[in-house]
């Protein structure tokens, strides 16, 4: 077994010296917060893909929480999502008062099957929250026949999708609203933020609203001035720094080298493990590219404590994303069972994440596949 001299995370920031020097330009700007490189950052994320808005956020949580004000989430309202995703993409919805209704996931692909979600539909349901896992976009046209059909807002989870493509297409436009993340592991960072980007305005007009307050400001009367505003509805401080939208607009001009690369280690994983037996590699719905985020095996008959425990102990960071939304204490608190989504259970049981970002080595991909490899024969 070969160990790596440090840990090696499943994934980590890729910060240049550029990207260090635009956020000290900004630093000795007029504006820290609230200032121009956040209308930049936005302009910038819309056009690259292909959409008329984009409201930038705090973080991803905050902006799923937007876009379900947006979208008119309410108390007693039912939303359908993945139970394999983090736990926001189900939060959001617990944040408007709205019921979580989870959808199993696709055995292939990992996604949220669009049939399971047609079986969960019910008078009370009023969105649909698909998540693009790993980076690979949902089977969105089956998903926005069902929205459409059904009059459903569909609000695309993309924290993970941020340059992946669906259909000939950047991930951005098939929702009616999309989120993309901007933590440190996912396809370029602000070190925390998120975006939501749509084409439709009076989204966008409540997503700003929602972000800074619930203030706007309005046309005053003849005994006010300028300096005039008024607070339309309960709205949150969500707002993103412009420190943080210039580290972004400095990581966008390298995303599509980076999501190439994270392509070329998905490509180098699955031709290695290909044929091994006792791993099923990760599969692509057709028409679509992923961005993979994330890239991770199934382990059939061989442990996965096992796998997990001896690759960390060769500081190779192998993680588990993620355990089902509904198995949290919180939800189980609310009624949720086990075997809710058998198909998305059983797939957690021998889920495992890989490291794969732009920083990795030749040299760790080989260790890596070598060791998962050596463990695998340790076991027959």
Request: charge should be negative.
């Given at each position: 077994?070969?160990?790596l ?5 499943y994934?980590?920031?890729s910060?240049?010296e550029e ?8 630093l ?13 950052f936005?302009?910038?994320i ?10 930038a956020?705090c973080?991803?949580?905050a ?8 979208a008119?989430?309410d108390?007693?309202?039912?939303v359908i999502?993945s139970?394999?995703t ?11 008062g ?11 692909t990992?996604?949220i099957?669009?049939?399971e979600?047609?079986?969960n ?25 069902i ?5 459903l807002?569909v ?11 669906y259909?000939g ?7 009616d ?12 960072t602000?070190a ?20 800074s ?7 005053y009367s ?15 401080n ?19 080298t ?10 180098f994983?699955t031709?290695a ?20 985020h994330?890239?991770?095996?199934q382990?059939n008959?061989?442990s996965?404590?096992?796998v997990?425990?001896?690759m960390?102990s060769?500081?190779?960071?192998v ?8 198995w949290?204490p ?6 949720y ?12 049981e ?7 970002h732009p920083?990795?080595?030749?040299e ?8 998962i ?8």
């Amino acid at each position: 077994m070969n160990k790596l001299e440090s840990f090696l995370s499943y994934g980590c920031q890729s910060i240049s010296e550029e990207d260090i020097q635009a956020v000290i330009e900004t630093l000795r700007s007029p504006f820290l917060t609230q200032g121009p490189k956040i209308k930049q950052f936005e302009q910038t994320i819309a056009d690259y893909v292909g959409a008329q808005y984009a409201v930038a956020f705090c973080n991803g949580t905050a902006a799923l929480h937007a876009a379900c004000y947006a979208a008119g989430i309410d108390e007693g309202d039912e939303v359908i999502t993945s139970p394999i995703t983090f736990a926001a993409s189900a939060n959001c919805i617990r944040y408007m008062g709205g019921k979580v209704v989870f959808a199993d996931i696709d055995e292939e692909t990992y996604n949220i099957n669009p049939t399971e979600i047609k079986k969960n539909i019910t008078s009370r349901t009023k969105a649909i929250i698909p998540v693009d896992f790993t980076g690979q976009p949902a089977d969105m046209d089956a998903i926005m026949d069902i929205a459409c059909k059904h009059n459903l807002v569909v609000i695309e989870d993309g924290a993970h999708s941020l340059g992946a493509e669906y259909k000939g297409k950047k991930v951005g436009t098939q929702a009616d609203m999309t989120m993309f993340s901007f933590h440190p592991v996912k396809p370029i960072t602000t070190a925390e933020g998120g975006i939501i980007v749509t084409n439709d305005e009076e989204y966008y007009r409540k997503l700003q609203l929602f972000r800074s307050h619930g203030i706007e400001h309005t046309e005053y009367s003849s005994n006010q001035g300028g300096w005039y505003y008024e607070m339309m509805d309960l709205g949150y401080n969500y707002r993103m720094t412009d420190l943080q939208a210039a580290l972004g607009l400095s990581q966008l001009k390298k995303l599509d080298t980076f999501i190439q690369q994270r392509r070329d280690i998905a490509a180098f994983y699955t031709e290695a493990f290909q044929d091994v037996k006792g791993i099923i590699v990760p599969q692509q719905l057709e028409g679509t590219n992923s961005g993979w985020h994330l890239y991770m095996l199934q382990l059939n008959g061989i442990s996965r404590k096992f796998v997990f425990e001896q690759m960390r102990s060769l500081n190779i960071g192998v993680h588990v994303h993620y355990i089902p939304v509904y198995w949290h204490p919180y939800y189980q608190q609310l009624g949720y069972e086990r075997g809710l989504c058998p198909i998305a259970e059983e797939w957690y049981e021998k889920a495992l994440t890989l490291p794969i970002h732009p920083n990795m080595t030749a040299e760790a991909l080989s260790i890596i596949v070598t060791n998962i490899k050596a463990l695998l024969k340790l076991v027959k």
